[in-house]
């Protein structure tokens, strides 16, 4: 009972730490403008429009994304028993970026036909091509698992794996025979970028972020069970191919929305389950909402710095991540490594 009253008091303090991020984060940068220019339409200049329809935007866009990151990497990390799986383990990132390739490649053309076959006029072509190359690797991932006649982890990870180098070589290919631009959009696009322009972005990832954390929230007594093991979560009661099944479809789902939104943003997904286990414990009831408050709030501070530490300039948020993610990974291993020794 003790226990639990801390993991409740520390939701509530990560909670109020995501309010105050998110109520900051739109402020900041805008030391040159008065606060009235940002927050009544009646000011002169372009205060109000800057503020609520690119910052604002801006930051709810980052909440959604890190907490759909977050959440993703926690289920995969349970699903495979493996802390170093991440939501593109699976060849999600790597199929989203050959998606945006060929949409790069083949341009106009291309964008004309996907928003005409969708029927989403006005969504950018580089987004619905990114988000059917994360499918195409969801399905071919799934169908290289079942062609084993299982639903195994190692097997998934290696389906993975496999399909994630097959992507990145296209992508090489992809990248060396096309012209000076469509390369340079390419390079920038996986990069990782949160550039909201109006509120169409959150509209485009609130579907998938929201839909696939509510399943996540949904199936944490069977997350629970399944970090103990298949045997023990059958003998519970736990349908353990349904429920895999169930949890790798929504999360490949919002991380390829995600990606296709923001592109290939890494790491999130590793270091904010890690560090949340370690301030809540592990216990998927408390871990999973923790998570995803702590991924929200920190894709939202790396963004802002990606864009005030250079500022005018803007760095993308996916080489921020990245350089707080490698050392985090190279401490996870030795950690890991130090504990295999001593047992």
């Given at each position: 009972m003790k226990q639990n009253r801390k993991r409740i008091l520390a939701l509530?303090?990560?909670?109020a730490a995501a309010v105050v991020v998110m109520a900051v984060a739109p402020f900041v940068g805008l030391v040159k403008m008065p606060l009235s220019a940002a927050?009544?339409?009646?000011?002169?200049?372009?205060?109000?429009?800057?503020?609520?329809h690119m910052r604002v935007p801006r930051v709810i866009v980052a909440m959604?994304?890190?907490?759909?990151?977050?959440?993703?990497?926690?289920?995969?990390?349970?699903?495979?028993?493996?802390?170093?799986?991440?939501?593109?383990?699976l060849g999600v990132a790597s199929g989203a970026s050959l998606g945006a390739a060929m949409y790069l490649r083949l341009g106009g053309a291309m964008s004309a036909w996907l928003a005409a076959s969708l029927g989403l006029p006005g969504t950018p072509g580089i987004s619905i091509a990114a988000f059917i190359g994360a499918?195409?690797?969801?399905?071919?991932?799934?169908?290289?698992?079942?062609?084993?006649?299982?639903?195994?982890?190692?097997?998934m990870l290696l389906a993975g794996v496999a399909v994630s180098f097959l992507f990145s070589s296209v992508i090489l290919l992809m990248h060396y025979i096309g012209d000076i631009h469509s390369s340079y959009r390419l390079l920038r696009?996986?990069?990782?970028?949160?550039?909201?322009?109006?509120?169409?972005?959150?509209?485009?990832?609130?579907?998938?972020?929201?839909?696939?954390?509510?399943i996540v929230l949904c199936l944490t007594r069977e997350l629970n069970l399944l970090t103990t093991g298949e045997d023990l979560a059958t003998s519970r009661g736990v349908d353990v191919r349904r429920v895999k099944r169930t949890l790798f479809f929504a999360t490949s789902l919002m991380v390829g929305g995600v990606v296709a939104v923001c592109g290939p943003i890494g790491f999130i997904g590793m270091m904010a389950p890690h560090i949340c286990r370690l301030l809540i414990g592990a216990?998927?009831?408390?871990?999973?909402?923790?998570?995803?408050?702590?991924?929200?709030?920190?894709?939202?501070?790396?963004?802002?710095?990606?864009?005030?530490?250079?500022?005018?300039?803007?760095?993308?948020?996916?080489?921020?991540?990245a350089l707080l993610g490698g050392p985090f990974f190279l401490w996870l291993l030795l950690r890991r490594a130090a504990d295999i020794h001593t047992a």
């Open positions: 509530v303090v990560l909670l927050v009544s339409r009646s000011a002169e200049g372009s205060g109000f429009f800057i503020f609520w959604l994304a890190g907490a759909a990151l977050a959440a993703s990497g926690m289920v995969f990390q349970a699903m495979f028993r493996n802390p170093l799986a991440t939501p593109f383990t499918l195409a690797s969801i399905l071919l991932v799934y169908g290289l698992a079942q062609a084993r006649r299982g639903f195994s982890g190692t097997t696009w996986i990069m990782g970028g949160l550039q909201a322009y109006g509120y169409d972005q959150v509209l485009r990832i609130a579907p998938f972020a929201i839909g696939g954390s509510a216990d998927h009831r408390y871990l999973t909402p923790a998570t995803m408050l702590f991924g929200a709030m920190f894709l939202t501070l790396c963004d802002l710095l990606a864009r005030t530490l250079i500022a005018p300039a803007e760095i993308p948020v996916g080489v921020i991540t």
